[in-house]
C-alpha cells in the first residue's frame, strides 16, 4: 500500500482543511495517509511513498517556506509520484480556476525546478472577520480590485468541494501506473 504524505502550508486553516478533506477521501479508499504541517519537525518525508504539497497565496505569492521545503528536497520530490496545489481567491474566477489558467500556478510551473506530476488549484475562502486589521484591509483591496465581496462581514467559501475530491482521487491513482509496469 502507497503511504500517502499530504502537506500544507496555510495561514488561516483554509488549506489544512483541504487537506484533511483529501485525507479523508483517500482513507475512504483505503489508503494510507497522512497530513501534516510542511514545518512539522518530527516529519520524515522520505519515509513516504507519495508526496502532495498544498500551499495558499498571501498577497501574490506562495510564502517562503514553500519554496525552501521545495528547495530542501528536490531530490525526494522528482524521485517519488508528487503533487502540488494552490489555493487562491483568483481561483474563484471562471477562466483563471485550472492550473493552465490559474496566474499563481502558471508562475509557480514555470520557474519551479520541481515538475509534480499532478498539479490543482482551487479556490479559497474569504472570512473578513478572521483576518488581522493590515490583513482585511489588504484583501479588501484585492477584491475591490479583482470585482469580489467588499462587505467586511463576508465570510464564503468558495471553494468547489467535488473539485477537491476529484483531486483526491486523482492523488490516489498517482504512480499506479509505473508500479503496475
Ligand atoms: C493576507 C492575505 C493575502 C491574500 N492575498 C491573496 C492574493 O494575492 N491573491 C489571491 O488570489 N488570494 C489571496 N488571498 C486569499 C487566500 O489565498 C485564501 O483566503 C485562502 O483560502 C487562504 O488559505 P489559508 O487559510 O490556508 O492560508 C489572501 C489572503 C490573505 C489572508
Redesign the pocket.
Known amino acids: 500500500m502507497h503511504k500517502t504524505l499530504l502537506l500544507y502550508h ?7 482543511k483541504i487537506v484533511e478533506r483529501i485525507r479523508a477521501r483517500l482513507v475512504e479508499k483505503g489508503v494510507d495517509a497522512h497530513a501534516a504541517p510542511l514545518d512539522d519537525e518530527n516529519l520524515e518525508p522520505a519515509e513516504y511513498d507519495r508526496i502532495v504539497l498544498g500551499a ?5 505569492k506562495h510564502k517562503q517556506p514553500v519554496h525552501a521545503f521545495i528547495e530542501r528536497h528536490r531530490q525526494l520530490l522528482e524521485q517519488r509520484p508528487s503533487g502540488f496545489f494552490s ?5 474563484r474566477k471562471p477562466g483563471k480556476n485550472t492550473p493552465e489558467t490559474n496566474p ?1 500556478v502558471k508562475a509557480f510551473i514555470e520557474k519551479c525546478p520541481w515538475k509534480p506530476d499532478l498539479v490543482g488549484v482551487f479556490a ?3 472570512d473578513y472577520q478572521r ?1 488581522s486589521f493590515m ?1 482585511r484591509n ?2 479588501r483591496f ?1 477584491m475591490w480590485l479583482t470585482r469580489g465581496p467588499t462587505d467586511p462581514q463576508t465570510n464564503r467559501e468558495f471553494t468547489d468541494w467535488d473539485e477537491v475530491d476529484r483531486f483526491a482521487d486523482a492523488i490516489a491513482g498517482l504512480g499506479e501506473r509505473s508500479r503496475a509496469a
Do not use: E, K
Open positions: 496555510s495561514g488561516y486553516g483554509h488549506t489544512r495558499s497565496i498571501r498577497n501574490g489555493v487562491n481567491l483568483v481561483a499563481y479559497g475562502n474569504l483576518y490583513d489588504i484583501i484585492i
